[in-house]
Structure formats: structure tokens, C-alpha cells
T-cell receptor, first 115, second 119 residues
Framework: AQKITQTQPGMFVQEKEAVTLDCTYD???????LFWYKQPSSGEMIFLIY??????QNATEGRYSLNFQKARKSANLVISASQLGDSAMYFC????????????FGQGTRLTINP | DTGVSQNPRHKITKRGQNVTFRCDPI?????LYWYRQTLGQGPEFLTY????????KSRLLSDRFSAERPKGSFSTLEIQRTEQGDSAMYLC?????????????????FGEGSRLTVL
């Protein structure tokens, strides 16, 4: 079974600083996909970034980058130049490659950006 | 608005009552998922539809829960005889099919959720 672990319940960062949110995963699959979602207080889950297990380069999307270390089974999210609007819950997730292809989520990290 | 739509956004009910939530996915998406999220936790998978067929159900989906997607478009999630432990956010998501056996960058698109409070 797939499992995602996020060990940081909360993070506090000053505006404009970079922040790293940790994510480790466990799977026996050779092929898998890793996602990060942002959930503001409104409740909607917003897709941020994706990394495929066979992708040779770390994924980047604007201010978001994914530090993918396959041997360590980690997929940390890096947010550069944080903004007040980045304050939200952040979830790491793994997607099955068979069947329902559902996402399995971690417990989440609450990020607070201080002015 | 062409995103995933969920109704109602908020529902307060008394224990023992039945409630129904509706999800309208993105029109060209044939995959539809229901998740439950309790306070401070990540979403937990409940059930999955491909078109009108319900292909997977979680053990979390007790006999009091039923989901349908009658024409392969919108879906409903009904909870009968609600209990206080059912209080949660119920999230719906849709996606395009990915290639079997291959990771897919086709992310799940989520609605804003339906928050249930059982008194």
C-alpha cells in the first residue's frame, strides 16, 4: 500500500523567504506520480506541481519546485520568495498507476507567512 | 465556470437525518472521485466512478453511505442516519483517464467541498 508522510504540522516563515515543506513516501511500485496541492481556507484543493518517478529533472512551476530524491523516497516542495497569499494547508499526494488512479494524501502542513 | 461544482457548500443536520450532496464534474472528465476530509487531516478516498460505473469503494464507506453517477455526468453522495462522526468536508474531484501502468500528470480537479455538521 502507498503511504505519504508529512512530518511538519505547521511552518512559520517571513514574507519573501524561501520555505521547504517535507514529504516522504512509501510504495512498492516502480512507476508512480507525486503531487502537491494547496488548500486555502476556502477549502478548494489547488494543484501546484507534479513529479513522475521516471522524470530525470526536478519539476518546477513558477515559484514552486519539487526536490525529488528517489533513493531517499522524498519529494519536498520548495516555495521561493514566499508571499502572504501562500498561507494555507499544503498536501503531498501519490497517485496510483493502476485501477482508480486515486490520490493518497499525507496529513498536510499548515504554512503561515508572516509580514 | 467550468470547474467542479459541489452543492450544498454547507449542511447542518441533526443526528439520524439523511443528507445528500451533489457533484458536477468537469464535463469532459469521465473519472469522478469522492473524498472525506476531517479537520486537520488530509483527504481520504471514499469511492471512484468511471463514467456511470462505481469501480472502487473504500472501507470507510459504510452501509449508510451510497454514491451514484446515473448518467455518467453528475454524482450524488447520500449519507443515511447521520452520526456525529460523519461531520467532515466531503470533496469531489474529476479527471481525465491516465495511461494504465504509467504515472499521469493529469491531476485531479477538486470542487470546493461540502461541509457537513451533524449535531
Amino acid at each position: 500500500a502507498q503511504k505519504i508522510t508529512q512530518t511538519q504540522p505547521g511552518m512559520f516563515v517571513q514574507e519573501k523567504e524561501a520555505v521547504t515543506l517535507d514529504c516522504t513516501y512509501d510504495t512498492s511500485d516502480q512507476s508512480y506520480g507525486l503531487f502537491w496541492y494547496k488548500q486555502p481556507s476556502s477549502g478548494e484543493m489547488i494543484f501546484l506541481i507534479y513529479q513522475g518517478s521516471y522524470d530525470e529533472q526536478n519539476a518546477t512551476e513558477g515559484r514552486y519546485s519539487l526536490n525529488f530524491q528517489k533513493a531517499r523516497k522524498s519529494a519536498n516542495l520548495v516555495i521561493s520568495a514566499s508571499q502572504l497569499g501562500d498561507s494555507a494547508m499544503y498536501f503531498c499526494a501519490m497517485r496510483e498507476t493502476q485501477g482508480a488512479q486515486k490520490l493518497v494524501f499525507g496529513q498536510g502542513t499548515r504554512l503561515t507567512i508572516n509580514p | 465556470d467550468t470547474g467542479v461544482s459541489q452543492n450544498p457548500r454547507h449542511k447542518i443536520t441533526k443526528r439520524g437525518q439523511n443528507v445528500t450532496f451533489r457533484c458536477d464534474p468537469i464535463s469532459e472528465h469521465n473519472r469522478l472521485y469522492w473524498y472525506r476530509q476531517t479537520l486537520g487531516q488530509g483527504p481520504e478516498f471514499l469511492t471512484y466512478f468511471q463514467n456511470e460505473a462505481q469501480l472502487e469503494k473504500s472501507r470507510l464507506l459504510s452501509d449508510r453511505f451510497s454514491a451514484e453517477r446515473p448518467k455518467g455526468s453528475f454524482s450524488t453522495l447520500e449519507i443515511q442516519r447521520t452520526e456525529q462522526g460523519d461531520s467532515a468536508m466531503y470533496l469531489c474531484a474529476s479527471s481525465q483517464p491516465g495511461l494504465a501502468g504509467a504515472p499521469s500528470a493529469g491531476e485531479l480537479f477538486f470542487g470546493e467541498g461540502s461541509r457537513l455538521t451533524v449535531l
